[in-house]
């Protein structure tokens, strides 16, 4: 536990600035809309046939893992947490904007992040007042998945470059101890003013996932088969040292993710099927 508390103050997934072409897909079964308004996919099965690969194999490797780490944003609830928040406090185009500039690679992952903190700025009142005005929706089957794995005895941990008080309610109701999230830490002045964050933290730079999944390790066997699942490059990037990743493209498609994964579903409840 002391790698964490449990206050409602800390981070949320930024994979959105990932990929400016991403198909999105937010409520099933009706048409999507991507980021300039163009009709994506009018319902899931269509996108099953497209865009799933080796599902049945993916449905395989996870049942024989020990392990099974969860990306959040996009891939455990359907939204994007910072785009959200940065929303909420008035400060979206803004926002958008830097993505957009961060998208050209011109700085790193924390670069990024700080900067758009900056920009948010958000103090503890409005990040709580954005948690009642806005909870995170799980995406469809996440939950049955989750306790299907819990029931084989398979540990389940969800790691985020996101802040850990939108993480935690979503960890509590799929039944996931907090001591298994593995995400970033918002730090507050004494008046509650926003001050920064936690730059110690591995889910805060570039390979951070890698090194949340290298620190879960060292708590098992060396052995021990680890599988990662997500929707973004981040997540792609953290196999190795994950023994297997399944790219995920059940809200977001992001075609590099999808053409260098292996593994790739966009259906969480035809996967708990297969297992």
Known sequence: MSRFNNSL????????????????????????????GNSTYSNMTNVDQDKSKNA?????????????????????????????????????????????????????????LRLRLNIIKPSQKQIRDFLKAHPSTLSTGIKELVHSLRARQIKVCLISGGFDCLIEPVATELGIPVENMFANKLQFYF???????????????????????????????????????????TDLEASPPADSFVGYGGNIVRDEVRNGADYYITDFEKLTQAL
């Not at 930024?14 to 937010?26: C, D, F, L, M, Y």
């Not at 889910?203 to 098992?220: D, F, H």
Request: proline share 2%; with cysteine; net charge negative.
């Open 56 to 112: 049945s194999e993916a449905a395989q490797i996870i049942r024989n893992s020990q392990v099974v780490c969860f990306d959040v944003d996009s891939t455990v609830i359907r939204e994007e947490g910072i785009d959200e928040l940065a929303k909420f406090c008035g400060k979206g185009q803004e926002v958008a904007r830097l993505t957009k500039e961060a998208m050209k690679g011109s700085m790193t992952f924390q670069e990024a």
């Open 9 to 36: 103050l800390g981070l949320v997934a930024i994979t959105a600035a990932e990929n400016p072409s991403a198909s999105v897909i937010r409520n099933r079964p009706t048409t999507a809309k991507t980021s300039n």
């Open 191 to 233: 008046n509650g003013e926003y001050a920064g964050f936690d730059t110690n933290q591995p889910t805060s730079r570039s390979g951070g996932k890698g090194e949340a999944i290298n620190t879960i390790r060292k708590e098992l066997a060396d052995n021990a088969y680890i599988t990662m699942v997500g929707d973004g490059a």
